[in-house]
């Protein structure tokens, strides 16, 4: 090597400059059998200017965990169009649901179910902000960044919203992660370094109705893109490091217009009331291993019992002190792991809290 070798990145630039003649890249992606993200791309030849517009396309199921080998093209049905802030240009994301031959959705596509669940309470307009939190491993998927190769970090307590090399871990990838957001056109809040080291959380929100899960699962798929550019993990398990160490979750604000209009703390408590009905309905879509994180410790109220209380962070549902204060605005549901499929869990929220009386 002399010192006038190109980078890898210098000579992909040389091809990526290249004129693309007018064409189109997409990048569809899909949720597949795991609640894993999938690509793969497609030329087009002209900037379709909405989701209708895009053909649809298929893939072979029995290698996601979606269709059995003998019948196994699941159909790609384009919904929602980003930014590709990889490819740049024109060039876009294309969130996709996923069909079945017959015309059925797919057993793993749960969006189906939660538009016409939005759809049908689209005159409340509900809101959701999402707290993902999530953890960042060495490419060996074994060591969360900052720890010592099969060892321990010192104590949790210097980490959160922590600044220093010696208390934050990952931040080029954050930075890298909230860039590509913005260029996408996710609505993404805010970001802060978590309370394990490694452990980080972004907020995407407020969104309102099928729009959150749409956001949030684009969101999660730059985060896995640009984590692969640095050649580290993401991981999204509620208790990536067992003991004494602060689990990932998924907190889901929400909130109608009854909710945010003055006096609408009346509403959020009869919302809260609903929902405590149905808490073991709601903990069966809240995510997997959501019981090694819900343990009562660490910020989160127990699995198995319903709570609430105002600022209390213990609580299953937590009414925001400033909430409390104003008479309106916002609950947040605490329980939600960090590997939930959000259009489960806003689906859930909504048909809980705005059933008609029985
Ligand atoms: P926490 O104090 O629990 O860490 P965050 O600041 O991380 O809270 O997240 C709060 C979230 O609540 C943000 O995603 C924000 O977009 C969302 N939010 C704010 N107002 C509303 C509202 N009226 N309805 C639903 N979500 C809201
Ligand atoms: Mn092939
Ligand atoms: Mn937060
Ligand atoms: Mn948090
Ligand atoms: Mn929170």
């Not at 890898?8 to 693309?20: I, M």
């Not at 996408?184 to 309370?195: P, Q």
């Not at 605005?329 to 489960?344: K, T, V, W």
Request: proline share 6%; glycine share 10%; net charge negative.
């Amino acid at each position: 090597m002399t010192a006038t070798t190109p980078t890898v990145a210098a000579t992909l630039g040389k091809y990526l400059d290249l004129d693309q003649k007018g064409f189109i890249q997409a990048e569809y992606i899909w949720i597949d059998g795991r609640n894993e993200l999938r690509s793969k791309t497609k030329t087009l030849s002209s900037k379709p200017t909405s989701a209708s517009d895009l053909p649809e396309w298929n893939f072979d199921g029995s290698s996601t965990e979606q269709a059995p080998g003998h019948d196994s093209d699941v159909l790609l049905e384009p919904v929602a169009i980003f930014a590709d802030p990889f490819r740049k240009g024109d060039n876009i994301l294309v969130l996709c649901e996923t069909y079945n031959p017959d015309g059925t959705p797919n057993k793993t596509n749960y969006r189906a179910h939660a538009k016409k669940v939005m759809d049908t309470y689209a005159d409340q307009h509900p809101w959701f902000g999402i707290e993902q939190e999530y953890t960042l491993f060495q490419a060996d998927g074994k060591t969360p960044l900052g720890w010592p190769t099969g060892g321990f970090p010192g104590p949790q307590g210097p980490y959160y919203c922590g600044v220093g090399a010696n208390k934050v871990f990952g931040r080029d990838v954050v930075e890298a992660h909230y860039r590509a957001c913005l260029f996408a056109g996710v609505t993404i809040s805010g970001v802060n370094a978590e309370v394990m080291p490694g452990q980080w959380e972004y907020q995407v929100g407020p969104c309102e109705g099928i729009d959150q899960g749409d956001h949030l699962w684009i969101s999660r798929y730059l985060l896995n893109r640009v984590a692969e550019d640095f050649g580290i993990v993401v991981s999204f398990h509620p208790k990536p490091i067992p003991g004494d160490w602060n689990g990932a979750g998924c907190h889901t604000n929400y909130s109608t217009d009854a909710m945010r209009q003055e006096g609408g703390i009346a509403a959020i408590e009869e919302a809260i009331k609903k929902m405590s009905l149905r808490h073991m309905d709601h903990i069966a879509v809240y995510g997997v291993d959501n019981d090694k994180r819900l343990t009562g410790e660490h910020e989160t109220g127990h699995i198995s019992n319903f709570s609430y209380g105002v600022a209390n962070r213990g609580a299953s549902i937590r009414i925001p002190r400033h909430v409390a204060k104003q008479g309106k605005g916002y609950l947040e549901d605490r329980r939600p792991a960090s590997n939930i499929d959000p259009y489960r869990v806003t689906a859930i929220v909504v048909e809980s809290s705005l059933a008609p009386d029985a």
